[in-house]
């Protein structure tokens, strides 16, 4: 699956570049997209994550606080494993 996008952003930026015909190939729409920036500020998904667990690994262990690191990866990286 891939990731959650803008698509209102999207579609602006390809209008945008399909005017200044700068859209000459499907790698160019691919370009567009590949840096359309993700639904969801990041940054708040970040802070829910880590406010939910606090992360004190006293109390829930390292194995929590490794996953919590995890998702915060997956997160700033829109959602795609890597």
Not at 28 to 40: N, P, S, V
Not at 45 to 53: K, L, N, R, S
Not at 63 to 74: L, N
Request: aromatic share 8%; glycine share 10%; proline share 1%.
């Amino acid at each position: 699956m891939g990731r959650l996008i803008d698509a209102d952003e999207l579609m602006t930026r390809i209008r945008l570049n399909y005017n200044n015909h700068q859209i000459t190939n499907a790698g160019a729409i691919k370009d567009i997209i590949d840096t359309t920036r993700t639904a969801y500020d990041a940054e708040k998904v970040e802070e829910q994550i880590e406010g939910m667990f606090g992360c004190d690994p006293m109390y829930y262990g390292s194995e929590a606080r490794w996953a919590v690191d995890r998702a915060i990866e997956i997160v700033r990286k829109g959602g795609i494993d890597g």
